[in-house]
């Protein structure tokens, strides 16, 4: 038997469904580089220790490129995503171009001003929630919403909107989603941004998308379909990460009572405790794929020119030389450093965001809900295993 005949299937199954694979310990230990197989037949390397994964992120030889040979595409439909060319799977120098007409909406300090408002939303959400006989679905209730509310807000459009982003975002994010399906929500998804954009270059408004028309109309350094496409990542990525991590992020909190006592006796430790579920949950653990330009030694491996790479998130981050004790939930940790956004010239625009929305929601429902808890046993909860972007289907709660 050939040693591609022996190679293990990807991606793996989380046995705890707060934890990551159990097999991620073993191979960052003795194959911290190592090949597998991934659903469509083809194989591409896996990355696991954190030192390495910050390389394959920032290592110019190593390209973000999915129009490659050999670049590896975990969700079939994947393919469907590259209509046009976008900011996530560009190389320098093009890359800058793309980055520049989104930077300045998302600077730290433009974000910290949407806190504000931001608490408005979590406020009224949960203002209707208590006003609710329990237990009811926190996902429904609250934690699709409240990034659905924000962007809508960031990007001037209408709350009426948010159900169709919630929906087509679901269905964008399954890696189990039929091919006709993803494709009916993609043109959905792009005919809604391009309308709205066009909206945008007749009338420009103070939202998000008028900034980004007309810095565009300045600096032409994005065709119109270019935008639109650019837009459609933003939206589906920063719905769908806020949502989930929020609805984990509880959940967490349910399984470490400790941990949740912590933070009602110490509000300020909100945000440590935000930074370490995002490292520790690392929900888009396997979304970070790259593909060789030139052969590259790597973790005791040779790397080939056009073969596929993938840094393991989760694996990454719980690399006990980057974090001591890596396993173990700390809201006092604080992990500033943590792979989840990324790392490198592709980070996460919305970081900042995601960071903000996530404080504000658990500071509020800490606050005012200190009795929460789930509604159901663990093992009844459906956790997103077929999901791009890792995260629970539903969490009755009561209070």
């Known amino acids: 038997m050939s040693i591609e005949q022996t190679l293990m ?39 696991t220790r954190f030192d390495d994964a910050r390389t394959v992120l920032t290592d110019k030889r190593f390209s973000a490129d999915s129009r490659k040979p050999g670049f590896p595409i975990l969700m079939p439909h994947r393919h469907l ?50 006003k609710q006989a329990p237990p009811l679905d926190l ?26 982003l919630q929906k087509f975002s679901q269905v964008l994010t399954n890696r189990t989603t039929q091919v006709d399906e993803v494709k009916g929500a993609l043109d959905a998804l792009f005919d809604y941004v391009d309308r709205r954009l066009l909206e945008e270059e007749r009338s420009p408004g103070d939202g998000l998308l008028g900034k980004l028309v007309a810095n565009n109309a300045e600096t032409q350094a994005l065709t119109h379909d270019e935008l639109v496409a650019t837009v459609v990542v933003l939206l589906v990525d920063g719905y769908e990460t806020t949502s989930n991590m929020i609805t984990l992020g509880v959940l967490m909190l349910f399984q470490y009572p400790d941990q949740m006592a912590e933070l009602q006796a110490n509000p300020k430790l909100v945000p440590s405790a935000v930074a370490e579920m995002l490292r520790y949950l690392s929900i888009s653990d396997i979304g970070v794929a790259r593909v060789a330009d030139e052969d590259v030694e790597l973790g005791g491996a040779l790397i080939k020119a056009g073969e596929g790479v993938m840094t393991l998130i989760a694996a ?66 459906a956790f997103k295993h077929d999901a791009g972007l890792y995260g629970v289907w539903d969490l009755p709660v009561t209070w």
């Open 139 to 164: 996902v429904t209730n609250f934690s699709l919403p409240v990034p659905a509310r924000v962007i809508c807000d960031m990007l001037g459009v209408p709350y009426d909107d948010q159900g169709f």
């Open 316 to 381: 990454a981050n719980h690399d006990d030389s980057a974090y001591p004790e890596a396993t173990k939930f700390d809201v006092t940790r604080n992990p500033r450093n943590h792979l989840t956004f990324g790392h490198g010239i592709h980070q996460c625009l919305g970081q900042h965001l995601v960071t903000i929305e996530l404080e504000v929601a658990f500071g509020t429902l800490i606050d005012r809900l200190p009795s929460l808890r789930p509604a159901v046993p663990f093992d009844e909860i």
């Open 9 to 47: 299937n990807f991606p793996l199954r989380r046995e705890n469904p707060l934890d990551p694979p159990s097999e991620y310990a073993r191979l960052r230990e003795n194959e911290p580089v190592s090949k597998v197989r991934l659903p469509d037949g083809s194989t591409c390397w896996i990355v």
């Open 81 to 130: 995503m590259q209509k046009v060319r976008m900011m996530n799977r560009l190389d320098l120098p093009e890359h800058t171009a793309y980055r520049r007409l989104f930077v300045k909406p998302f600077t730290s300090r433009s974000i910290e001003n949407m806190r504000p408002a931001i608490q408005r939303h979590v406020d009224a959400l949960l203002d209707d929630l208590v």
